[in-house]
């Protein structure tokens, strides 16, 4: 494998790369022209009119990538439920029952799935009298104060054509991480974490449960291309909100069609049962971005529902982009001349030897190439920067697709060095270094304590202290002996109108 660096005979290469990589996220920018900074884009967050609507079965991401701490596994990661607000009780995040949450792979470049990855999920309620999502403090997924509960299935498919050759059960009543209610009610949320990660038969590693959003970009990109000056930028939108995650480790001999042929191309998708029982596909997400920004509205919804392996409806909205007509528009920067026929190979096929397998069949997914050892330290610009195990070959969590995209379209393969960004280079949370890498989830008790608290203190012991808003100022006389003072008072008014209906009633019952 040559290896694409930033100088020399890589850059050509470099170049053909990111234009394909930079197609597939909208940013369509030819080998010799250069685009407008602010063509960066939210991934998949309510990306689509019908999808926007169902948050449990709109998938927000897909990432894949060789394990750094276990280089003869293949990592993926799919998540759903964008914008988790963490205190959005009581009604938390669950995964949906009536649907199926797959993870296909295609090993030969086909386009058509060779392995299918189903999860299902089951949600389990011990006390339905109940409003609440745990009942008290939760040290175990298995703890009876953990009200609601989901398990799932991992269901492995073999497929011919689309067809099931076999349907093997790889995992069965496995339990999810709960949503992270908060420091009181989950205390040691960490624990939980490694309580969901499950071994498989096969010396795979499955996780299901909620985690940081690891999605980082300033999202007000759609305020006219950052208010039309690149005047917004710098806040990380997605600071602060989880997601539910699926993530599946597993030996990459499994999912590689052999040794020579080690790329394989990965997308996730999500079924759900209609109205006549049937299962139907309401969700697609492979490479960040396609659905967002290259699509038109009225491609949207149907690029959701279909299938790789016929991709080609799309082809005009690869070759003649909305895009550089906006960027245009505002940035007065002239757009490149249509059909853009330049994008199509790469957009759709990968990229000849980094991650492009023989005889494909364009269409459209992440692809990786597992035979690229993970970096011992990973570049955020990934290929562009020379680290040739980052995005676009795969996704890894801490790949900066927004700004790898930003400095190309602005001039970086032809020679006019930049360092644009959209000033979010990073996660606001740190990755864990080992399965499942996602961040712990923001906890639903986040902001500031009751003043008089310190986070340690047992509120019940300092009713007014905690009753009292932090900020709250005193006024006349010392507002905690007033709460104090008010609660005394009225512990005393209920005993003595407790005794006097006792009076009442001995009197009412006497014979005279």
């Known amino acids: 494998m040559t290896p694409i660096s930033r100088s020399g005979a890589g850059r050509k290469g470099l170049a053909t790369l990111i234009c394909g990589a930079l197609a597939a996220g909208g940013l369509a920018a030819a080998g010799v022209a250069a685009l407008a900074p602010g063509a960066a884009f939210a991934s998949s967050h309510r990306e689509a009119p019908l999808i926007s609507g169902t948050p449990q079965y709109d998938n927000t991401d897909v990432y894949a990538f060789v394990s750094p701490d276990k280089p003869d596994s293949t990592t993926i990661i799919a998540n759903w439920i964008p914008f988790e607000e963490p205190a959005g009780g009581p009604n938390f995040f669950t995964f949906a029952e009536d649907a199926q949450y797959d993870i296909h792979i295609d090993n030969n470049g086909d386009a058509q799935g060779d392995l299918l990855y189903r999860f299902t999920f089951a949600t389990h309620i011990k006390n339905k009298k109940t409003f609440l999502y745990n009942t008290g403090p939760v040290e175990s997924l298995d703890d009876k104060d953990l009200?609601?509960?989901?398990?799932?299935?991992?269901?492995?498919?073999?497929?011919?054509?689309?067809?099931?050759?076999?349907?093997?059960?790889?995992?069965?009543?496995?339990?999810?991480?709960?949503?992270?209610?908060?420091?009181?009610?989950?205390?040691?949320?960490?624990?939980?974490?490694?309580?969901?990660?499950?071994?498989?038969?096969?010396?795979?590693?499955?996780?299901?449960?909620?985690?940081?959003?690891?999605?980082?970009?300033?999202?007000?990109?759609?305020?006219?291309?950052?208010?039309?000056?690149?005047?917004?930028?710098?806040?990380?939108?997605?600071?602060?909100?989880?997601?539910?995650?699926?993530?599946?480790?597993?030996?990459?001999?499994?999912?590689?069609?052999?040794?020579?042929?080690?790329?394989?191309?990965?997308?996730?998708?999500?079924?759900?049962?209609?109205?006549?029982?049937?299962?139907?596909?309401?969700?697609?997400?492979?490479?960040?971005?396609v659905n967002e920004v290259v699509n038109p509205l009225k491609d949207k919804d149907k690029f959701n529902a279909s299938a790789p392996w016929d991709d080609a409806q799309f082809l005009k909205n690869v070759t003649n982009p909305e895009l550089p007509k906006l960027i245009e528009a505002i940035y007065k920067i002239p757009a490149p001349d249509e059909p853009r026929n330049d994008l199509v190979d790469v957009f759709l096929k990968g990229v000849k030897d980094l991650n492009q397998p023989p005889h494909v069949t364009p269409s459209e997914m992440l692809r990786l190439n597992t035979s690229i050892e993970p970096a011992a330290e990973p570049k955020r610009l990934g290929v562009l920067d020379g680290d040739n195990a980052g995005f676009p070959n795969g996704r890894r969590l801490t790949d900066d697709v927004i700004d790898a995209s930003l400095q190309v379209v602005e001039g970086e393969l032809l020679g006019a060095k930049n360092d644009l960004g959209d000033a979010v280079d990073k996660n606001d949370k740190d990755f864990e270094k080992a399965f499942p890498y996602v961040a712990l989830p923001t906890e639903g008790s986040r902001g500031p304590l009751a003043k008089g608290t310190d986070g340690e203190t047992d509120v019940r012991s300092q009713l007014g202290d905690a009753l009292q808003p932090a900020g709250a100022g005193a006024s006349g006389m010392d507002d905690t002996t007033l709460i104090a003072g008010s609660a005394g008072a009225g512990a005393l008014g209920i005993l003595l109108i407790g005794g006097a209906l006792m009076w009442w009633r001995r009197m009412r019952d006497r014979a005279y």
């Open 147 to 289: 009200n609601i509960t989901q398990t799932y299935d991992v269901e492995l498919i073999k497929l011919k054509d689309q067809y099931p050759v076999s349907k093997t059960k790889v995992a069965n009543d496995v339990p999810v991480a709960p949503s992270n209610v908060g420091k009181a009610s989950m205390p040691d949320y960490a624990k939980l974490r490694e309580q969901a990660v499950h071994k498989l038969a096969g010396d795979a590693t499955s996780f299901a449960g909620q985690a940081d959003d690891p999605f980082f970009l300033d999202l007000r990109v759609f305020d006219l291309l950052y208010g039309g000056n690149l005047s917004e930028v710098g806040n990380d939108t997605l600071k602060g909100y989880n997601v539910n995650s699926i993530a599946l480790q597993v030996p990459t001999h499994m999912i590689a069609e052999s040794a020579d042929q080690p790329i394989v191309g990965i997308w996730s998708t999500t079924q759900r049962k209609n109205a006549k029982g049937y299962f139907e596909q309401v969700s697609r997400l492979g490479n960040p971005l």
